[in-house]
């Protein structure tokens, strides 16, 4: 108990710390940049490579999976730099000025991750479980759409803390900053429905992406009891089924890994 105070405590303070400590290293924060940037790189190389073996014919899902790259990209390009600058000149993120642009970047790229991984999600679901409901309404187009709508409504969302609806604060060591987890103070009493709200989207995500994903498993386990207990016919349609199959599973797997790397980053905050 007495180490959580201390803490707690330690955590409190470093709001208004505007000086980092000696012995405070950008080690960790170079590496996870560079992997990041460097990640992230190979897998557009890959992407593309993949685009012009298929000569042009991309799917939804491709679409999806090379935004979410983007995003992530992107993301790590606008947040982590601020983190070297912080270190490199020994400032805290409120002596640079800087708090308010971190925590909203940080929310907002953390929340349209997690929204583009649920349309991935999402758009498995529906090819695999509901296939005459893909193939009637479900468009390459929606694609396109989905980035703007998922961007117009984080950027909402994550602006209400700049309007008074929530706060961003600096956490240890002064070198990030979030939301204020404890609560907003107004009026003599803490209020922390902005918190709140960010968590329980971040819990509705993540449940919604492992729904999408058990029906994905149960509809490909269905597809297979289907080709175990039909007659062999056309050898043609037999090896297409087997292509397909092989495909949906390689696209579970990558939507599986990606889950579970999102919910153990998502999970603490949420």
Same mark, same amino acid.
């Given at each position: 108990?007495?180490?959580?105070?201390?803490?707690?405590?330690?955590?409190?303070?470093?709001?208004?710390?505007?000086?980092?400590?000696?012995?405070?290293?950008?080690?960790?924060?170079?590496? /996870?940049?560079?992997?990041?940037?460097?990640?992230? +790189?190979?897998? &557009?190389?890959?992407?593309?490579?993949?685009?012009?073996?298929?000569?042009?014919?991309?799917? +939804?899902?491709?679409?999806? *999976?090379?935004?979410?790259?983007?995003?992530?990209? *992107?993301?790590?390009?606008?947040?982590?730099?601020?983190?070297? *600058?912080?270190?490199?000149?020994? #400032?805290? &993120?409120?002596?640079?000025? +800087?708090?308010?642009? !971190?925590?909203?970047?940080?929310? !907002?790229?953390?929340?349209?991750?997690? /929204?583009?991984?649920?349309? /991935?999600?999402?758009? #498995?679901?529906?090819?695999?479980?509901?296939?005459?409901?893909?193939?009637?309404?479900?468009?390459?187009?929606? =694609?396109?759409?989905?980035?703007?709508?998922?961007?117009? !409504?984080?950027?909402?969302?994550?602006?209400? @803390?700049?309007?008074?609806? =929530?706060?961003? %604060? $600096?956490?240890?060591?002064?070198?990030?900053?979030?939301?204020?987890? #404890?609560? $907003?103070?107004?009026?003599?009493?803490?209020?922390?429905?902005?918190?709140?709200?960010?968590?329980?989207?971040?819990?509705?995500? %993540?449940?919604?992406? +492992?729904?999408?994903?058990? %029906?994905?498993?149960?509809? &490909?386990?269905? /597809?297979?009891?289907? $080709?175990?207990?039909?007659?062999?016919?056309?050898?043609?349609?037999?090896? $297409?089924?087997? %292509?397909?199959?092989?495909?949906?599973?390689?696209?579970?797997?990558?939507?599986?890994?990606?889950?579970?790397?999102?919910?153990?980053?998502?999970? @603490? !905050?949420?």
């Amino acid at each position: 108990m007495m180490d959580t105070n201390k803490s707690d405590t330690s955590n409190h303070n470093c709001v208004s710390t505007t000086h980092l400590g000696n012995l405070e290293s950008p080690a960790i924060s170079a590496v /996870m940049f560079s992997a990041g940037v460097l990640g992230n +790189l190979i897998a &557009l190389v890959l992407l593309e490579r993949r685009r012009r073996g298929n000569r042009g014919n991309i799917s +939804l899902f491709f679409i999806l *999976v090379t935004g979410l790259v983007i995003t992530d990209l *992107v993301g790590t390009c606008m947040i982590s730099p601020v983190v070297l *600058v912080s270190y490199a000149k020994r #400032r805290t &993120l409120i002596n640079l000025n +800087l708090c308010n642009y !971190f925590a909203f970047a940080m929310t !907002f790229f953390s929340l349209a991750t997690m /929204m583009v991984l649920f349309a /991935m999600a999402l758009e #498995r679901a529906l090819a695999i479980g509901y296939p005459y409901f893909y193939e009637k309404f479900i468009k390459k187009r929606c =694609g396109i759409i989905t980035f703007p709508v998922i961007y117009s !409504f984080c950027i909402v969302f994550c602006l209400f @803390p700049l309007i008074g609806f =929530g706060e961003f %604060i $600096q956490y240890c060591p002064g070198t990030w900053c979030f939301i204020n987890m #404890r609560g $907003q103070k107004k009026d003599g009493y803490i209020s922390n429905v902005y918190s709140m709200l960010y968590a329980t989207l971040l819990l509705i995500l %993540i449940i919604a992406v +492992l729904t999408c994903n058990l %029906i994905v498993i149960v509809s &490909l386990i269905r /597809m297979h009891k289907r $080709q175990k207990s039909r007659r062999i016919g056309s050898l043609m349609n037999s090896k $297409q089924e087997r %292509i397909s199959m092989s495909e949906e599973i390689d696209h579970l797997i990558l939507l599986s890994i990606m889950t579970i790397a999102f919910i153990v980053c998502s999970v @603490p !905050f949420t």
